[in-house]
């Protein structure tokens, strides 16, 4: 009895949600990198909805330079074309005996000539280069940010809310309710990742009219696929925690199901969602990637991280690598950046730290 009574409080004076994470942010202060993490991430987070306000890069499409124009620190391309077209005619030499093309100079030289006049707008360099339609890959990339990061995020947070919901209830409930969920959790895993995305693709195309093809329907395919893993390690954390003392003694002080669930064992297991969470947002950034590359990911009026991965394929067989560079070094950055935050996060909510302080 009196192991109840400690326990109850415990219980009341502690461990409420306030605490643990109040407790958690004072631990995560102190961690440096954490802090360096987040400020990454906030950066990140702060571009990409100026993107989305058009404060930023918002003429993206608009062609600023010219086609493939290099980063600024080559400078210009050489001209070699206009070098090459080059015939050193005189004004009165008439050579159409001898080049039948000869006819032809005058017209293509008002045509160049019209060109360079229209082409003075344009920027032989910019500061991350230009695509082979001359546009900003810089832009490109900041644009390209919203949507990535967007639909990593969002299905990151549908599969994990998924997961973690789904697996609090198998694993707190069990019985019937948790061979149910095993049973659709087998059903899902017994298929190969990327037959299961096609198929919920191909339902999202047939329901068009419902929701359109490009960010959301990503989102909920991602999200519909990828709740899996999330469900079976939140599921074992909550069989474990359900039987444990200070949830019993929330039983006994008369806490309801939903109370025990979700405000005293989801804190202590919130670690395990959260480092399945930054998986995910990498993971699904990535499969993004694929799927715009097939042509199931986002519309073709937009741009991504995926999509401009996708182009740089065909510029890098004639040398040109700065989209490529640009691209993969957002991605690597933010993707590096929201590892560490959610690590640090991670260990900030680990119940097994909290008792070192």
């Given at each position: 009895?009196s192991t109840?009574?400690?326990?109850v ?23 440096k ?7 990454i ?5 702060v571009?990409i909805?100026?993107?989305?306000l058009?404060?930023v890069?918002?003429n993206?499409q608009?062609?600023?330079?010219v086609?493939n124009?290099?980063?600024t620190f080559?400078g210009?391309a050489?001209?070699?074309?206009a070098?090459a077209i080059?015939?050193?005619?005189g004004p009165?030499v ?10 032809r ?16 707008i344009k920027?032989?360099?910019?500061p ?8 900003d890959v ?6 390209g ?7 990593g995020v969002?299905a ?16 707190f409930?069990?019985g019937?309710?948790?061979d149910?969920l095993?049973w659709?959790?087998n ?8 037959l299961?995305?096609?198929t ?7 329901a068009d ?5 490009g960010i959301?329907?990503?989102?909920i395919?991602?999200g ?7 469900y079976?390690l939140?599921?074992?954390e909550?069989?474990?925690h ?7 003694a929330?039983e ?9 669930m979700?405000?005293?064992?989801l804190?202590?297991v919130s670690?395990?969602?959260?480092v399945q969470?930054?998986i ?6 990535k ?14 009026d ?7 991965l996708?182009?740089a394929?065909?510029?890098?067989i004639?040398?040109h690598?700065?989209q ?11 993707v ?8 640090a996060l991670r260990?900030?909510?680990d119940?097994?730290?909290?008792g070192l302080?």
């Amino acid at each position: 009895m009196s192991t109840v009574a400690s326990s109850v409080n415990l219980l009341t004076s502690s461990s409420s949600s306030s605490g643990v994470w109040s407790a958690a942010w004072k631990r995560f202060k102190s961690d440096k990198v954490g802090m360096v993490s987040l400020a990454i991430v906030g950066a990140f987070l702060v571009l990409i909805i100026a993107a989305g306000l058009g404060l930023v890069a918002a003429n993206w499409q608009r062609e600023v330079g010219v086609p493939n124009a290099p980063p600024t620190f080559m400078g210009p391309a050489a001209k070699t074309e206009a070098a090459a077209i080059a015939v050193p005619t005189g004004p009165n030499v008439d050579i159409s005996a001898i080049d039948p093309l000869a006819p032809r100079y005058k017209e293509w030289d008002e045509r160049a000539a019209t060109y360079k006049t229209v082409d003075t707008i344009k920027r032989e360099t910019l500061p991350f280069g230009a695509d082979r339609l001359g546009r900003d890959v810089l832009a490109k990339a900041i644009k390209g940010a919203e949507i990535s990061i967007m639909v990593g995020v969002l299905a990151a947070v549908v599969a994990t809310l998924i997961g973690t919901v789904l697996g609090a209830i198998g694993g707190f409930f069990g019985g019937k309710v948790g061979d149910l969920l095993e049973w659709v959790y087998n059903v899902f895993t017994s298929i190969p990742g990327i037959l299961l995305i096609f198929t919920f693709a191909a339902v999202l195309n047939r329901a068009d009219a419902i929701i359109p093809k490009g960010i959301w329907s990503i989102v909920i395919i991602l999200g519909l696929t990828g709740w899996t893993g999330i469900y079976r390690l939140v599921r074992a954390e909550f069989i474990k925690h359900s039987v444990r003392e200070y949830v019993r003694a929330a039983e006994a002080i008369g806490a309801s199901t939903f109370s025990r669930m979700f405000r005293h064992i989801l804190p202590n297991v919130s670690h395990v969602a959260l480092v399945q969470l930054s998986i995910h947002v990498v993971g699904f950034i990535k499969a993004e990637v694929i799927l715009s590359y097939l042509g199931l990911g986002v519309a073709v009026d937009q741009v991504s991280w995926g999509t401009m991965l996708a182009e740089a394929q065909s510029e890098l067989i004639l040398g040109h690598w700065w989209q490529l560079a640009a691209a993969t070094l957002f991605m690597a950055v933010f993707v590096t950046a929201f590892s560490l935050f959610t690590d640090a996060l991670r260990d900030a909510l680990d119940p097994k730290l909290r008792g070192l302080e």
